[in-house]
T-cell receptor, first 114, second 114 residues
Framework: NAGVTQTPKFQVLKTGQSMTLQCAQDMNHEYMSWYRQDPGMGLRLIHYSVGAGITDQGEVPNGYNVSRSTTEDFPLRLLSAAPSQTSVYFC?????????????FGQGTRLTVV | AQTVTQSQPEMSVQEAETVTLSCTYDTSENNYYLFWYKQPPSRQMILVIRQEAYKQQNATENRFSVNFQKAAKSFSLKISDSQLGDTAMYFCAFMNLLGNQFYFGTGTSLTVIP
């Protein structure tokens, strides 16, 4: 089925460990983004990309890296996990130029940093 | 930057009754898109309804309708004939015309009481 695939669904990390959250879409969307969802704070934009080779920071980028080598994939890297990064992470994608189509979301990753 | 405000953290409604969720936003742009998303316990983000700012007519999708007041920058969601399956977190979201800026409110947790 077409859509946004996020892996893993759950992850527990120790403080200081690194990991990569994977995000892939098969709809040829130009725009991809990562959000974190925390209680009482809604979804906040971490990083986004408007196409392969182009990335930019969102509202809460510190502690996260991204790259976009292909249109399909947009991984999010935590370089040195901290307890403050415990959250639910969502990847989303959409068409640029046709934003009325709205965004497609992955199913989320619940990350716990201990 | 755009901001989206949902001032009702929690709401409840009796089954079959009508409930209205509030959302206000702040933007200097004239054309943009507004959305309501539903997030059930499964965490999946589900698009409920979409409104284009250049359209004066309020959007309607079955039991869901919006009251879009552009001058007041208000975008409320009305759910008619509430059903138990409507129990979820609801997020209001703003997207710019190009589609590369996507901002969310903090959410309203709706409980439908049997």
């Amino acid at each position: 089925n077409a859509g946004v695939t996020q892996t893993p669904k759950f992850q527990v990390l120790k403080t200081g460990q690194s990991m990569t959250l994977q995000c892939a879409q098969d709809m040829n969307h130009e725009y991809m983004s990562w959000y974190r969802q925390d209680p009482g704070m809604g979804l906040r934009l971490i990083h986004y990309s408007v196409g392969a080779g182009i990335t930019d920071q969102g509202e809460v980028p510190n502690g996260y890296n991204v790259s976009r080598s292909t249109t399909e994939d947009f991984p999010l890297r935590l370089l040195s996990a901290a307890p403050s990064q415990t959250s639910v992470y969502f990847c989303a994608s959409s068409y640029l130029g046709q934003p009325w189509v709205s965004a497609f979301f992955g199913q989320g990753t619940r990350l716990t940093v201990v | 930057a755009q901001t989206v405000t949902q001032s009702q953290p929690e709401m409840s409604v009796q089954e079959a009754e009508t409930v209205t969720l509030s959302c206000t936003y702040d933007t200097s742009e004239n054309n943009y898109y507004l959305f309501w998303y539903k997030q059930p316990p499964s965490r999946q983000m589900i698009l409920v309804i979409r409104q284009e700012a250049y359209k004066q007519q309020n959007a309607t999708e079955n039991r869901f309708s919006v009251n879009f007041q552009k001058a007041a920058k208000s975008f409320s969601l009305k759910i008619s004939d509430s059903q138990l399956g409507d129990t979820a977190m609801y997020f209001c979201a703003f997207m710019n015309l190009l589609g590369n800026q996507f901002y969310f409110g903090t959410g309203t947790s709706l409980t439908v009481i049997p």
